[in-house]
């Protein structure tokens, strides 16, 4: 039987989280982090993806008899980026700033050209990049391949990703393009300004929770103790949550909805307004704690071999 690896990078600001994925099946003890280096200059951020690869393909030789394999790349990136071409975009965002209009595709390729022996499998391989939200949403889909959904991720920004049949749906009558909404307006702002945890946070101040240097998790704790002003302010963000929402399920119909994320650790404390919602249309709703080990899936379908 061929072997088909993939070599899965979740990129960060912070780290990148690695992990061999053969046909289709994660291997445990690949999963590795490594600084993402991503306030350095361009020459240091590729040496260290190029570092990773290495890694992974030395792990995978030090496991593995070699034989008939074909190897894949795959990247889930933060945003902007243009993933089909492998360009980077990111500007004022204190991260991978040295990328900015860089093809990171092809310096990668490049890059790979120049090693020894253990790059040659690697040479020939394609390298892809997709959003990470899009991805989480991808491997999900596995376990749901007939379903039609929308995934959010609530974090330090909402990422979003409209699903049918474990196809990502770029274009769809209702929806914004990708099934980006992060850029979508919302009251006075846009949807990842209000939906994400500086969006609580802003919440959490026009409500009168005025603690200093308060942060999402001590909110969720009051909450959960009994705060009374801290369980509004989740109450209130699942309230408009669901009203934001309600365009967008209208014009795509999805039968569920899926959550990954950090906040989304919370949804018990925001639930009961998304989840009357839900009941109404029919609507099942799933949260993820695992949204690096479907992002990884996701990776992998990329390649649907």
Not at 46 to 55: A, L, S
Not at 219 to 248: C, H, K, N, W
């Amino acid at each position: 039987m061929k072997r088909n690896i993939v070599i899965a990078l979740d990129v960060g600001g912070t780290f990148i989280k690695s992990c061999i994925m053969l046909n289709h099946v994660p291997i445990p003890a690949s999963q590795k982090e490594f600084p993402s280096l991503a306030d350095q200059d361009q020459e240091t951020i590729i040496e260290q993806f190029i570092h990773i690869f290495k890694y992974q393909a030395d792990f995978y030789h030090s496991q593995f008899i070699e034989q008939d394999s074909h190897w894949h790349i795959g990247l889930a990136f933060p945003g902007p980026f243009d993933y089909e071409q492998g360009i980077c975009c990111i500007q004022g965002l204190d991260k991978f700033e040295s990328l900015y209009g860089s093809n990171v595709k092809r310096a990668l390729h490049e890059r790979l050209a120049q090693e020894g022996t253990w790059a040659r499998p690697l040479q020939p391989a394609e390298i892809r990049f997709e959003n990470d939200a899009r991805l989480f949403a991808l491997g999900f889909s596995t376990n749901y391949p007939q379903d039609r959904f929308i995934a959010l991720t609530l974090g330090t920004g909402l990422g979003s990703a409209f699903i049918y049949k474990s196809t990502i749906i770029d274009h769809f009558q209702g929806i914004p393009a990708n099934g980006w909404l992060y850029n979508q307006p919302y009251r006075d702002g846009i949807i990842d300004d209000a939906f994400s945890k500086r969006g609580i946070l802003q919440l959490a101040r026009s409500l009168g929770v005025m603690k200093p240097d308060l942060d999402v998790k001590e909110l969720a704790e009051d909450a959960i103790a009994g705060d009374i002003l801290s369980r509004e302010v989740f109450t209130e963000f699942g309230q408009r949550l669901a009203d934001m929402l309600i365009p967008y399920i209208r014009a795509f119909q999805p039968n569920l909805l899926v959550f990954g994320g950090q906040l989304s650790k919370s949804f018990h404390l925001f639930s009961t307004a998304l989840q009357g919602f839900a009941d109404l249309h029919q609507i099942q709703i799933h949260t993820s704690e695992r949204m690096l080990e479907n992002t990884f899936l996701g990776i992998s379908h990329m390649f649907r071999f």
